[in-house]
């Protein structure tokens, strides 16, 4: 430990976290530059950066800013949702294996996608219904978990299990009895796929909407990590803040169901690793999940889209491909319980 | 006026008496040690007297004032502002460091948006040194030893600064040096900013070392409460505990053992 840190630990301590928000700000930026230059027609580094400035072809010009950007803008933001709304559902039920998917609430968001999808409707509509499936997965859980009256982390957890192999189990039927002909699609979607991307607009509303609620709540994200009753002590109102964190969380995660499909993973393993990475504030937690998490997707993305010459394989795999690896081996280096 | 008060209250755990129609009040200056068996009761007078067990019917009847006003009209910040509680055995999920950790002693007294200054951070320090963790900022709290944790939880208390410091068995997990060092701390504190400690313990002589009054949780509901050398006799503690105690006196105190 240096002396600076004993003179002006509040600046230290700020100092190290700006560095960490600094070097993922960097990473994104490799993550977008690498993402405009993955696709059939070969633009370089090079190329990307004289399109950026003005100084390419018209073709090249068109398949940066309305192909590439816009997919790897959609990933971003799909990636910080899913982050976001990982480091919510964790805090709220003290564990750091929870995300929305565990609970079901994507689950029951898949379950009402492709019902709209066989029903033959498209565009605005499967939106509709997946909002709708993650709000009454989201009220089921809740409501069975809360039961007679005790609502605990464990048993909110196991209820949100239970129901999320309910919704798979539900997936599996629609999927068995589904047309020949819709069923490709409907497998891509569940495993998650950028291609769907349409309009950034909503997305982007509930990011920034997401982000500006969760920094002003980021104190008392704080103290709920520390469990309902030592939180109370430090002045928190358990009851209504974690309804309020629960709803933003779900809206969150509606939102990413809504544009790509399941990705289950970003969610789990982002503000865990970040957390490893010393950012427990959630100050600098919200900020760290959306660069992150946004990252990762479009790394993910990317690879996906690059990997193997003419098959785009579902991020949802590439996110796994890439997380998993990192998670275990942080998790052993750092030698700690889960 | 008393900092703490209850006025005819009666506590059940489920269909176990633990306390019945108890007047009891603390003022400045005072410590009070609360025994009794395990399951007597004083974990569950702890959390009431903090409002985090609400006081409903059937389980729980009666009044608890903090500064002379209902506990309910407060908000929980300004309650925190007032009065702290120390857990009992807690575990921490997630990674994070102690300054972190103990920093969050401050949140009872910031605005939404507002982040801790550099004398908040000097607090923390101070509070640090206090419980022999000053070394510890940086650390992962979740590679701390079980003693190491609690104190770290006390310096998180004495960062929030209450004028009532509730401790449910503060000594849990600390070895025999940083028992006293702790309840040291603890001590001076209340001494010199006129503050009000309630604790609970299991060991006897270190409440008669260091608590002014005591509160006695017999089986039954009974309830003893008074100046500690008064309450404390081989008799009370013999029918406390349902075990024979008894009294020696070394080095000019007297100490309880079990016989």
Redesign the interface.
């Known amino acids: ?1 240096t002396t600076a ?2 003179l ?4 230290s ?1 700020h100092r190290r976290a700006w560095l960490r928000l600094g070097v993922l700000v960097i990473i994104a930026i490799i993550g977008f530059v690498l993402a405009l230059t993955a696709g059939s027609m070969d633009i370089g580094v090079r190329g990307v950066f004289d399109v950026l400035f003005g100084n390419a072809s018209e073709l090249s010009q068109r398949v940066v800013f309305e192909l590439r950007l816009p997919r790897a803008s959609h990933a971003f933001i799909t990636g910080a949702l899913l982050a976001m709304a990982g480091a919510l559902m ?1 805090v709220l039920l ?3 294996l929870a995300d929305p998917y565990v609970l079901g609430i994507s689950g029951g968001s898949a379950v009402f996608a492709l019902l709209a999808l066989i029903l033959g409707l498209s565009g605005l509509s499967v939106s509709v219904f997946a909002f709708f499936g993650a709000m009454l997965a989201m009220l089921l859980v809740f409501g069975l978990a809360r039961g007679a009256g005790s609502w605990t982390p464990t048993r909110l957890l196991l209820t949100g299990i239970v129901l999320a192999s309910g919704w798979g189990a539900i997936i599996s039927f629609i999927l068995s009895v589904a047309p020949q002909g819709q069923l490709r699609s409907l497998i891509f979607w569940l495993m998650g796929d950028l291609s769907f991307a349409e309009n950034l607009t909503p997305g982007f509303i509930t990011l920034i909407i997401g982000v500006l609620a969760s920094l ?2 980021a ?2 994200l ?2 709920l ?3 309902a ?2 939180a ?6 358990i009851e209504r803040f974690r309804w309020q964190i629960y709803v933003l969380a779900s809206l969150l995660t509606a939102m990413a169901v809504v544009q790509v499909g399941n990705i289950g993973f970003v969610g789990l393993i982002v503000p865990h690793l970040l ?2 990475a ?1 950012l ?2 959630y ?1 600098y937690l919200i900020p760290a999940s959306v660069l992150a998490g946004g990252s990762l997707l479009v790394f993910a993305d990317t690879l996906a889209r690059s990997a193997i010459p003419d098959v785009a394989l579902p991020v949802g795999v590439l996110t796994a491909a890439i997380g998993v690896p990192i998670f275990i081996f942080l998790l052993y280096r ?1 030698n ?3 | 006026m008393p900092l703490l008060q209850t006025q005819q209250l009666t506590l059940y755990a489920g269909d176990k008496l633990l306390c019945e129609q108890l007047n009891w009040q603390s003022a400045a200056g005072e410590i009070w040690a609360v025994l009794g068996r395990n399951g007597a009761g004083k974990t569950t007078l702890l ?1 009431s007297l ?3 067990r609400a006081c409903t019917a059937p389980q729980c009847r009666g009044e608890i004032l903090l500064q002379g006003k209902t506990l309910t009209s407060w ?7 007032r ?3 120390l ?1 009992q055995d ?1 575990h ?6 102690v ?3 103990v920093l ?2 401050r ?2 007294y ?1 605005h ?2 507002q ?4 004398q ?2 000097a607090r ?2 101070d509070a640090l040194i206090r419980v022999g963790l000053e ?1 510890f ?2 650390r ?1 709290i ?2 701390l030893s079980g003693g190491e944790f609690q104190r770290m939880r006390i310096a998180m208390l004495l960062v ?1 600064d209450p004028q009532i410091l509730l401790l449910d068995e503060p000594v849990n997990h600390l070895d025999l040096q940083f028992q006293h060092a702790v309840l040291e701390a603890l001590v001076n504190t209340v001494n010199a900013s006129n503050k009000a400690m309630v604790m609970t313990i299991h060991d006897v002589n270190l409440a008669m070392r260091y608590c002014t009054h005591a509160l006695l949780f017999h089986d039954n509901g009974r309830v003893e409460s008074g100046e500690i050398e008064q309450v404390i006799t081989e008799q009370s503690l013999s029918a406390l505990y349902q075990y024979p105690v008894k009294a020696i006196t070394t080095s000019g105190r007297s100490m309880f053992i079990a016989d």
């Open positions: 430990m840190n004993h002006q630990p509040g600046r301590r964790q003290r564990n750091p002003y709540a104190r008392n704080n103290l990590a520390l469990g009753e030592q109370a002590t430090f002045g928190l109102d957390r490893l010393g427990r504030d100050r750092g700690k319980a889960l | 959390h903090a409002g985090i908000s929980r910040k300004q309650i925190a502002q009065l702290g509680l857990l807690y921490d999920p997630f990674p994070g460091t300054l972190d950790y969050m002693g949140h009872p910031l939404a948006l982040w801790e200054t550099e908040d951070y923390v320090n070394d900022t940086q992962d979740q590679t929030q």
